[in-house]
């Protein structure tokens, strides 16, 4: 069975603050995405990476940062968390770039940056 | 860049009933999924359909490339497809997400 795990299921944050987001997976999956869920919104893109110790930009990357120490784990780092951070994050991967059919999820992580 | 509409934002129908689902979307796309979302937050992938149509189960999804628009219909409705139906179309790699419609099945 497929599987995209997060850590923390949720975690509440200090404005300016350090946020560590944790993401493993156990598909042998090339790709790895981090997303960014607003509360009546659709997912936005934040990083992906193919390969480890690389990592590429998606549409909203601005105050974050990726980090893909192998292939199967991918974390995302806020240095100096805002506000405008509070979200749920979810971590996905795939085979292909874009693989929309084996696409996986993971089960995201509650952000409330306060 | 890709704008994706999905249509109603909420459904709230009785257990049996069917649904349709609407997704449209600016660009051209190569790629288009369907997923849902629990109540809880967790997002699973429903299907894949680019173009024509495409069935799994109780779902039937249309896609009409040139107009641009998918349909999702679900039949014979159950309170567990109760959940958020994302639509992701992508003309390149990236999926874009519309932002859902809320489905809730009474009992």
């Known amino acids: 069975e497929a599987a995209v795990t997060q850590s923390p299921r949720s975690k509440v944050a200090v404005t300016g603050g350090k946020v560590t987001l944790s993401c493993h997976q156990t598909?042998?999956?090339?790709?790895m995405y981090w997303y960014r869920q607003d509360t009546g919104h659709g997912l936005r893109l934040i990083h992906y990476?193919?390969?480890?110790?690389?990592?590429e930009k998606g549409d909203i990357p601005d105050g974050y940062k990726a980090s893909r120490p192998s292939q199967e784990n991918f974390s995302l780092i806020l240095e100096l968390a805002s506000l405008s951070q509070t979200a749920v994050y979810f971590c996905?991967?795939?085979?292909?770039?874009?693989?929309?059919?084996?696409?996986?999820f993971g089960s995201g992580t509650r952000l409330t940056v306060l | 860049g890709q704008q994706v509409q999905q249509s109603p934002s909420s459904l709230v129908l009785q257990e049996g009933e069917n649904a349709e689902l609407q997704c449209n979307f600016s660009?051209?796309?190569?790629?288009l999924q369907w997923f849902y979302q629990s109540p809880g937050g967790s997002l699973v992938s429903l299907l894949s359909?680019?173009?024509g149509t495409k069935h799994t189960g109780r779902l039937t999804s249309t896609t009409v490339t040139k107009e641009r628009r998918s349909s999702l219909h679900i039949s014979s409705s159950q309170t567990t497809d109760s959940g958020t139906y994302l639509c992701?179309?992508?003309?390149?790699?990236?999926?874009?997400f519309g932002s859902g419609t809320q489905l809730t099945v009474m009992p």
């Open positions: 996905a991967s795939s085979d292909v770039r874009g693989g929309a059919e084996t696409l996986y």
């Open positions: 598909n042998n999956h090339d790709y």
């Open positions: 990476s193919y390969v480890a110790d690389s990592t």
């Open positions: 660009s051209t796309a190569t790629q």
């Open positions: 359909n680019p173009s």
């Open positions: 992701a179309p992508s003309g390149s790699w990236q999926l874009i």
